[in-house]
């Protein structure tokens, strides 16, 4: 909760999920989101999945044991909403690595609720019974082209099936995790949303390119950010000893911007 929060007054909510065998203060540290909800006065909720290690059921191969974390989501904004006074038309929620993917699941499943979502890295992954948001989502999105666990080219990674070993030990699925082209993933976006599918870059800086679907059903976007040679780490934030992590962009600061111009219509 941010200095000189007034009860009186609505304030947005940003919920950030930590991915595979991380935990919430990870995400908190390496995220930086309390830095800008200080400043910008807003609340952030870094909730905790299940299970060893932690992790979330954005995929029936998590091992999770069928947890309904999409419910969880509800009952948690219904709980935030009884310690702080949220505006409900500016609850955001984004994730890193397997945090993403279950932001991208909740982008299907809670579109009525959450006004926009950021995917840090996240396995490209639809949920099992498709994705169907209720109406068109912004959605922001941030993936290193030599992430070793996420591969930016989609398919399996050694870093993947280590993981899908862990939940297989600990109760998942066998199926193998194939994930689409990160490329291809955001693109399902941008026609899921009915934007124009013609993309428009945004100019490169440094080892950061980008590109901006536009022209979508209820002036939604789709933003999606290519770090060169990045890996699996959140861009601007404190280090991850997976891979590079840009210091050309903020993936918080950025998604900050984004999800200010996108509350719920």
């Known amino acids: 909760v941010p200095p000189g929060y007034d009860p009186s007054q609505p304030i947005p909510l940003i ?17 930086q989101w309390n830095e800008i909800a200080d400043r910008e006065t807003f609340a952030v909720a870094y909730p905790q999945g299940t299970h060893t290690p932690l992790r979330w059921n954005s995929f ?24 702080v006074t949220v505006d409900p ?26 006004a926009a979502f950021g995917n840090v890295a996240g ?53 193998e995790l194939n994930v689409m082209p990160a490329e291809k993933w955001i693109a399902g976006w941008a026609e899921r949303n009915g934007c124009d599918l013609t993309p428009e870059p945004i100019p490169t800086s440094g080892d950061v390119r980008g590109i901006r679907y536009t022209g979508c059903r209820d002036n939604v976007e789709v933003v999606f950010y290519t770090i060169e040679g990045g890996g699996h780490t959140w861009p601007g934030g404190n280090p991850i ?4 992590t840009s210091r050309d962009i903020d993936a918080s600061e950025t998604m900050w911007e984004f999800f200010k111009a996108h509350p719920l219509p």
């Not at 919920?15 to 995220?31: I, K, M, N, T, Y």
């Not at 000893?241 to 590079?244: A, E, H, L, Q, R």
């Open 15 to 31: 919920v950030s999920l930590h991915g595979f065998a991380s935990r919430p203060e990870g995400q908190r540290d390496f995220s």
């Open 60 to 83: 029936p191969e998590s091992g999770t044991g069928g947890v309904d974390d999409v419910q969880f989501m509800r009952d948690m904004l219904a709980d935030a909403a009884k310690i």
């Open 89 to 114: 038309a500016r609850i955001y929620v984004n994730g890193m690595s397997n945090g993403g993917a279950m932001s991208h699941r909740l982008a299907c499943d809670l579109a009525g609720q959450v």
């Open 123 to 175: 396995p490209a992954l639809d949920p099992p019974d498709a994705c169907n948001p209720t109406r068109p989502v912004p959605i922001i999105a941030f993936y290193g082209t030599s992430d070793p666990l996420v591969s930016y080219e989609g398919g399996q990674t050694t870093g993947l099936a280590w993981i899908r070993r862990i939940a297989q030990l600990t109760g998942g699925s066998g199926p």
């Open 241 to 244: 000893p997976v891979g590079k």
